[in-house]
């Protein structure tokens, strides 16, 4: 028996490979394909099945495209209604892998069709839990997402995942190894630990929604607390998901073609493009395509484009790292956003070469503005998460969130200066790129962000652990 996690840090998301005796079976696979026919192949084994825990809002799973490259089946749980040939299996039902067995366990809550894998070895016993969005690490699936295709309140859909973790995973045994489809980041949860694989044991000492005591009024309360706007991206994703999507290889062909400086220029203008600049923000901060928008790399990429573009239809241009082309047309493709148009050959120096106008955003080190934020002369704007901010925060900033720029923008002066910071330099200049497109232009970035403000010694508020809030 081998399992192996495929962790993609970016997604905070978790695909499993499993093979045993020559066949495999791969749990919600990403989008690229490759690396598992790779695998497959290098074990000189065959993709039998392609199990899917449920239709997925937050990433655009491989599995109609691996199905059709291996010759593997689809297998999602019971209620499931896709678009394409897949087995909808029955509650129990269960399916072999070499040696293995694979037991459907149906689990609705976060969705109607969520289903828990469990795997059993070649003895029979209990080995493992594949539980999707049902059970993660230190939290559970947010139970409101799924509110429209149920036609249910996301309190109903909380008290079937009472009832699915009491009836189906908690009475299995404490050394079952929990191998979850999220970890921390991830959107579909509220507060998932960092860990990707633990027993089911040690959850349910932890894991606050696994108390032995707990009533069904008390998980619904506690699960439904707090829950966020889910990103606007998501239902674009259980669409495409649930009713197919174009083959990656043709997104890949059209997002990686090579536009000079003219074709650019005249691509973003006559199709209504966004020009996404995945570059370092470093870079970005010093010189960029004017109304262009930054979401770099190095960071969330794929969420945060998925929270703040929102449209998977929107026709996209990049300028991006030389030879970096490829990854972020895959990166982009894995949450749905196929309308890459191409991208800038040459990247932002053969813009400037070209002699084209080009615009900076000014940025200032914490050291500098230590004195005016003292003085109390100039609005502060933290972009952090409320519950970053509600921790700890300079004493005179407004938190404008980041993932809610949108409801935020009368606040901001449209002609006295401003600071705007984030964390640690990422996001504020993702939302000063915001700004800039809409003609707010009287910003001034803190380079480093609040980690570099507490290190100058800037005056803060009392910190509150995080956990508490």
């Not at 799924?146 to 009491?166: F, H, I, V």
């Not at 619904?220 to 998901?241: A, C, Q, S, W």
């Not at 370092?280 to 484009?305: C, M, T």
Request: glycine share 8%; aromatic share 8%.
């Amino acid at each position: 028996m081998n399992i192996e996690q495929i962790y993609t840090g970016c997604l905070a998301q978790g695909a499993y490979y499993i093979e045993s005796n020559g066949e495999v079976a791969i749990i919600d696979p990403l989008r690229e394909v490759e690396p598992y026919l790779k695998r497959a192949k290098e074990d000189n084994a065959q993709i039998k099945y392609v199990f899917e825990t449920h239709f997925h809002a937050d990433f655009v799973s491989g599995h109609i495209t691996l199905a059709k490259e291996s010759g593997a089946s689809i297998v999602y749980g019971p209620t499931a209604k896709p678009s394409f040939d897949a087995i909808i299996a029955e509650d129990g039902q269960e399916f072999h892998l070499g040696e293995l067995t694979i037991v459907v366990l149906h689990t609705p809550g976060h969705t109607m069709e969520s289903a828990t894998y469990l795997l059993r070895d070649e003895k029979g016993k209990d080995h493992a839990i594949f539980s999707g969005d049902t059970l993660f690490l230190g939290d559970v699936g947010r139970p409101d997402l799924a509110q429209k295709a149920a036609n249910m309140t996301q309190e109903q859909l909380a008290g079937l995942l009472y009832d699915s973790l009491r009836e189906k995973i908690m009475p299995l045994a404490d050394d079952v190894i929990v191998y979850p489809a999220h970890g921390a980041g991830s959107a579909c949860g509220k507060n998932m630990m960092k860990e990707t694989v633990d027993t089911l044991g040690n959850q349910k000492k932890i894991n606050y929604a696994l108390r032995a005591d707990m009533s069904r009024e008390e998980f619904i309360d506690e699960v439904t607390e707090g829950l966020l706007p889910p990103p606007k991206y998501f239902p674009h994703n259980v669409r495409m998901n649930k009713e197919g999507y174009e083959d990656i290889d043709d997104v890949l062909e059209r997002g990686t073609n090579a536009l000079s400086p003219d074709a650019f220029e005249t691509a973003a203008n006559e199709t209504g493009a966004i020009v996404l600049d995945v570059r370092h923000q470093d870079e970005y901060v010093k010189g960029h395509i004017p109304r262009s928008i930054f979401i770099g790399l190095n960071g969330d990429f794929a969420p945060w484009v998925g929270a703040l573009i929102a449209d998977t239809a929107q026709p996209i241009l990049l300028l991006t790292p030389e030879g970096k082309e490829e990854e972020t047309v895959t990166r982009l493709s894995r949450v749905g956003f196929d309308k890459t148009l191409g991208y800038l050959d040459g990247g932002f120096e053969a813009w400037k070469k070209a002699q084209k106008e080009f615009d900076t955003i000014v940025s200032v080190s914490a050291d500098i503005v230590k004195e005016s934020l003292e003085d109390n002369k100039v609005p502060v704007f933290d972009v952090r998460k409320e519950s970053e901010f509600k921790s700890e925060h300079l004493l005179n900033a407004e938190n404008t969130p980041l993932d809610f720029l949108n409801d935020h923008m009368a606040k901001f002066p449209g002609e006295e200066t401003f600071y705007v910071h984030c964390a640690g330099g990422y996001r504020s200049v993702i939302a000063a790129s915001i700004l800039k497109s809409r003609g707010i232009h009287n910003l001034i970035d803190i380079a480093g962000g609040f980690g570099a403000l507490k290190k100058e010694g800037a005056a803060v508020t009392d910190y509150v652990c995080p956990t508490t809030l």
